[in-house]
T-cell receptor, first 113, second 109 residues
Framework: ETGVTQSPTHLIKTRGQQVTLRCSSQSGHNTVSWYQQALGQGPQFIFQYYREEENGRGNFPPRFSGLQFPNYSSELNVNALELDDSALYLC????????????FGEGSRLTVL | AQRVTQPEKLLSVFKGAPVELKCNYSYSGSPELFWYVQYSRQRLQLLLRHISRESIKGFTADLNKGETSFHLKKPFAQEEDSAMYYCALRVSGANNLFFGTGTRLTVIP
């Protein structure tokens, strides 16, 4: 059974740039959620994708957007990067939208300069 | 608004001593509570959830609605329990979890 994989693991961008982060869900999981974890904080919900549509969103501006593909993999896109976007971005897959057990990837650490 | 509070950022106990990691939440409805754990160089993973009412790796947690708490307990700490622990809340009808800021537990040999 393949776990959740994320890429890239680390990246550095400058203010105003755009970034795309990728996530492959665990085998058999049809739901992907994205979380942002700032230093010293717990993960904060960005949004969830189920059946290739956004299925819930946290308190993040529209410049945070995403996609889910037919194979359940997902992308997180962030436009017009700001310094405060520097964080660890975690992808988590689950067996369904309401599943309490999330299976996390190792994260993509984004640094915005 | 929903909120999860873990008052201790750091907690150190000696091996064999009891350990309690505190978690308080604010939510007026019926919550689902979880404990997630991240061991060194591993990914975040579910430790236990209150609806299961089970003991995992010797840890238990009881939901106390009167005190709005979900403290994680273990009678005898082991060195392998050293990790980052996050308490998380899911509200009725929601698909996401609200996480606390985490407690780093260190078990001293």
């Amino acid at each position: 059974e393949t776990g959740v994989t994320q890429s890239p693991t680390h990246l550095i961008k400058t203010r105003g740039q755009q970034v795309t982060l990728r996530c492959s869900s665990q085998s058999g999981h049809n739901t992907v959620s994205w979380y942002q974890q700032a230093l010293g904080q717990g993960p904060q919900f960005i949004f969830q994708y189920y059946r290739e549509e956004e299925n819930g969103r946290g308190n993040f501006p529209p410049r945070f957007s995403g996609l889910q593909f037919p194979n359940y993999s997902s992308e997180l896109n962030v436009n017009a990067l700001e310094l405060d976007d520097s964080a660890l971005y975690l992808c988590a897959s689950s067996l369904g939208p309401g599943a309490g057990e999330l299976f996390f990837g190792e994260g993509s650490r984004l640094t915005v300069l | 608004a929903q909120r999860v509070t873990q008052p201790e950022k750091l907690l150190s106990v000696f091996k064999g001593a009891p350990v309690e990691l505190k978690c308080n939440y604010s939510y007026s409805g019926s919550p689902e509570l979880f404990w997630y754990v991240q061991y060194s160089r591993q990914r975040l993973q579910l430790l236990l959830r209150h609806i299961s009412r089970e003991s995992i790796k010797g840890f238990t947690a009881d939901l106390n609605k009167g005190e709005t708490s979900f403290h994680l307990k273990k009678p005898f700490a082991q060195e392998e329990d050293s990790a980052m622990y996050y308490c998380a809340l899911r509200v009725s009808g929601a698909n996401n979890l609200f996480f606390g800021t985490g407690t780093r537990l260190t078990v001293i040999p």
